[in-house]
């Protein structure tokens, strides 16, 4: 299978890129490095990586960010944050994706336990990862060819508590290897529109 990974740099898109890089030819897209560089913000951009990718049978993305701050400090612009990277972002990848996409490939997307968890500084986080999986559910019943969406919702991750313990006391971590095991599921599996949870 060919997989298209944006994202494959990070801490959760290195554990998913050496899962599926065992059996799988891996394209492995960052922002800054890799294989193949997009900016998820601009549809030029992604217009252009897909372009020179050539058909695949499976995008992964693993990246998007939102801004962390009180419900009562946050401005636009960091609302604007979230909205234009981790929720279009992914929108935009999963539209400009499907063309390229083989018959019965598949997309899976990132979203996160705060759209059923908040935490404080959460809001936007929140607000964005529920409406990644409105996005998912919905797109799932109009894909077109067999494709098939998922998005995976994991917990704060054991490798990133040196930063973000703090802002999640009383939760338990997970393993990257354990979130890149989800998208496994996601990626080989046949379930479409569904939420892949993965929680400590
Ligand atoms: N870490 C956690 O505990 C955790 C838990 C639940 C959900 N999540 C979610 O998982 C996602 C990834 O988190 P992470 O901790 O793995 O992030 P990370 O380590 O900071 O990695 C971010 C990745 O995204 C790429 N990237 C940055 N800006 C981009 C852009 N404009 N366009 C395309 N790619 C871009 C980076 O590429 P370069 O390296 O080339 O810059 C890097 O590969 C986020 O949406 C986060 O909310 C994370």
Known sequence: MKIVIVGASGTVGSAVSELLARDHEVIR?????????????DGASIAALFAGIGRFDALVVASGNVAFNALTEL??????TGLESKLMGQIRLTRAAIPHLNDRGSITLIGGILSEEP???????????????????A???ELPRGLRINVISPTV????????ADFFPGFVPVPAARVAQAYKK???????????????
């Open 29 to 41: 897209v960052g922002h800054r490095q890799g294989d193949a560089t997009v900016d998820m913000t």
């Open 157 to 164: 991750l054991e490798e990133s508590m040196d930063k973000y």
């Open 186 to 200: 996601s990626v080989l599996g046949v379930q479409s529109g569904q939420v892949f949870r993965v929680n400590g």
């Open 119 to 137: 935490i404080n500084w959460g809001v936007s986080a929140s607000t964005i990862n529920g409406a990644i999986e409105h996005f998912v559910r």
């Open 139 to 141: 797109a799932a019943c």
């Open 75 to 80: 401005t636009d612009e960091q609302w604007q």
